[in-house]
């Protein structure tokens, strides 16, 4: 059973860089998947932001590229989300959840198998 | 980006009703969406994909169906457990776009 656990400062201040860090394991990161990033604004919904293989490819949402990066470290099987220039508009419950994606009986599926439980980021001074 | 309109943005329901959640998408999304749950505190957990396919160990009572742009998430008998907030999700086109989610309480 793959689990994800999010580590990172619960608090960042404003202009600063939140960053935080996907540990997985009962699976590697190596695997055949994409790896995402997640946030949920208090009482919001979704965003995605951005997912990552382990080869290091990446693709972002354009509405935060100039500010996200996502990392990977297959030594320590783990992924990273950095966000610059935060604002409180980046206040949010930060995931991370495993891509799943195959091709079958002629139509592509993608969903998001597994998740973290999620860690809350306040931006605040 | 593809925008995904879900309605009601909240319903109340009688255990045992029948609870019906729709996702319009802003263009063509074939198949290509999926649905999740998620309750209070929680992770979302994939309950639908492909608009139709009941992922493995969920409930028989959900389903969903729609292709293009109208899409349909059925609860066919609501439990008490299925307290949660719903959300469509499309993965046709990155970035991948959520609905602004379904609050289903009890009545």
């Known amino acids: 059973q793959v689990q994800l656990q999010e580590s990172g400062p619960g608090l960042v201040k404003p202009s600063g860089t939140l960053s935080l860090t996907c540990a997985v394991s009962g699976g590697s990161i190596s695997s055949s998947n994409w790896w995402s990033w997640v946030r949920q604004p208090p009482g919001k919904g979704l965003e995605w932001i951005g997912e990552?293989?382990?080869?290091?490819?990446?693709n972002y949402n354009p509405s935060l590229k100039s500010r996200v990066t996502i990392s990977v470290d297959k030594s320590k099987n783990q992924f990273s989300l950095k966000l610059s220039s935060v604002t409180a508009a980046d206040t949010a419950v930060y995931y991370c959840?495993?891509?799943?994606?195959?091709?079958?009986?002629?139509?592509?599926?993608?969903?998001?198998?597994?998740w973290g439980q999620g860690t809350l980021v306040t931006v605040s001074s | 980006d593809i925008q995904m309109t879900q309605s009601p943005s909240s319903l109340s329901a009688s255990v045992g009703d029948r609870v019906t959640i729709t996702c319009q998408a802003s263009?063509?999304?074939?198949?290509?969406l999926n649905w999740y749950q998620q309750k209070p505190g929680k992770a979302p957990k994939l309950l639908i994909y492909d608009a139709s396919n009941l992922e493995t160990g969920v409930p028989s009572r959900f389903s969903g169906s729609g292709s293009g742009t109208d899409f349909t998430f059925t609860i066919s008998s609501l439990q008490p457990e299925d307290i949660a907030t719903y959300y469509c999700q499309q993965y046709d086109n990155s970035p991948l776009t959520f609905g602004g989610g379904t609050k289903v309480e009890i009545k």
């Open positions: 959840a495993r891509d799943r994606d195959y091709y079958g009986s002629g139509s592509y599926t993608y969903y998001f198998d597994y």
């Open positions: 990552i293989y382990h080869s290091g490819s990446t």
């Open positions: 263009q063509d999304i074939s198949n290509y």
